[in-house]
C-alpha cells in the first residue's frame, strides 16, 4: 500500500512538474530589443516598429526567413540572394536582380541600409512601409515568384518555424502579417554607422590628407543630395540618365504625374565603393563612371532634370581621386562582417 501511494505521489509530482512547465514556457515574453539609434543621428520621421514590437526573438525568426530560399517557387532563391551582406546588402557585380528560372527584373537591388530613416521604399517609392515590403519580391513572377498561401504551408510544415514563431509572437499560429512583421525586425536593424568617416566623426580616426581634400570637394558638389549622416535625402530626383531600354520612368509610375518623370529615389553613398554597379538599372559599374556621369554624361535636356545638375559638376581628375577616396572612409567593415547579420548553415 505503502509503495502504491509512493508510486501515485511520484506521477503527481512529475505531472505537476510538466504542467507548469509547460505554463511557464506559454507565458513567456519574448526579450525586448532596444532600436538604438547613433549618437548624433535624426530621430526617424517614422517609428516603423510602432506596432511591431523589437524582441530578439521575432530578430533572429526574421532572419531566418530573409536567408530562406522556400519564401520562394523553386526553393532556390531568397530575400538574401539579390541582398548578400559583403555587399552591403546589395546584389554584389550584377547590373539586374536575378529570379526564379534564371529570369531577370529591370532593376538592380538596392542595399539594404538603414531602412528605418526612409519612408518610400524601391527605386521609385512604390512601398510606403518596410513592413509591406517582401511581398512584392515574393509574389513577382521574375523575383520569388511565389503565391503567398504556399509559402504559409510550407512555414507550416517546417518543424522549426513553429517553435520560432511562438517564441518570437507567443503563438504557433503562422501568419503572413507576423512573417512580415519578423523580416521588418531583422531589416529595420540593419544600421550601418561605424565606418572610418564615422569614427573620424566622432573623434576616434584620423583622414589623410586626399580624404580630406575629398570630403571638402563631397560638401561642394555632392551634399545637397547626399545629405550626411544617412547620406542621402531620400528624395527622389531626376540625375540625367537616358531613358533605359525597358521604358523606365522612374516615380511618375507610382504617382502618374509628368513632373516625376524620370526620378529615381537618391541612394545612400554608405558602402558605395562595395554596391556596384551603380544608378537603377546597374548601367554604371564603378564610382568612375559614376562621377564622370555628373561631369559630362548629364542629359540637361530634359524638363524633370534637378535644378542642382543643370550645370554639371566641374571638377577635375585629381578632384575626381580624392572623392572616391573620400568616399572609401563610408566602407563599415564591422557591418559587412557582423555575425548578427550573417546566414548560419545549422
Known sequence: ??????????????????????????????????????????????????????????FQLGKKLFYDGRLSKDGEISCGSCHQQFSAFSTYDHDLSHGINNLLTTRNAPALINLAWMNELHWDGGINHLEVQPLSPITAPNEMGEKL??????????????????????????SIPKML????????????????????????????????????????????????PLFTDNSFRNNGQQLNRFKDYGRQIITSKQED?????????????????????????SLYEVIDHYRSGIDTTQKTLDPL?????????????????????????????????SFKIK
Open 149 to 174: 498561401e504556399n509559402v504559409l504551408n510550407k512555414l507550416r510544415n517546417d518543424s522549426i518555424y513553429p517553435r520560432m514563431f511562438k517564441a518570437a509572437f507567443k503563438d504557433t499560429s503562422i
Open 1 to 58: 500500500m505503502k509503495i502504491k501511494l509512493s508510486i501515485y505521489f511520484l506521477i503527481f509530482i512529475i505531472t505537476a512538474f510538466v504542467l507548469i512547465s509547460g505554463t511557464s514556457n506559454v507565458n513567456e515574453n519574448p526579450t525586448p530589443l532596444p532600436f538604438i539609434i547613433p549618437k548624433g543621428w535624426p530621430v526617424p520621421s517614422r517609428n516603423i516598429f510602432e506596432k511591431n514590437r523589437l524582441t530578439e526573438e521575432g
Open 181 to 228: 512583421k519578423a523580416i521588418a525586425q531583422f531589416t529595420g536593424n540593419l544600421i550601418s554607422s561605424n565606418s572610418r568617416y564615422d569614427k573620424f566623426k566622432r573623434g576616434e580616426a584620423t583622414f589623410t590628407t586626399y580624404e580630406l581634400t575629398g570630403y571638402k570637394i563631397f560638401k561642394a558638389n555632392c551634399a545637397s543630395c547626399h545629405k550626411e
Open 309 to 341: 545638375l543643370k550645370k554639371k559638376i566641374e571638377i577635375s581628375n585629381t578632384d575626381k581621386m580624392n572623392l572616391i577616396l573620400f568616399l572609401n572612409t563610408l566602407i563599415d567593415s564591422s557591418f559587412i562582417n557582423n555575425p548578427r547579420f
Open 261 to 285: 518623370s524620370l526620378k529615381f529615389k537618391v541612394p545612400t553613398l554608405r558602402n558605395a565603393a562595395l554596391t556596384f554597379p551603380y544608378m537603377h538599372d546597374g548601367h554604371l559599374y
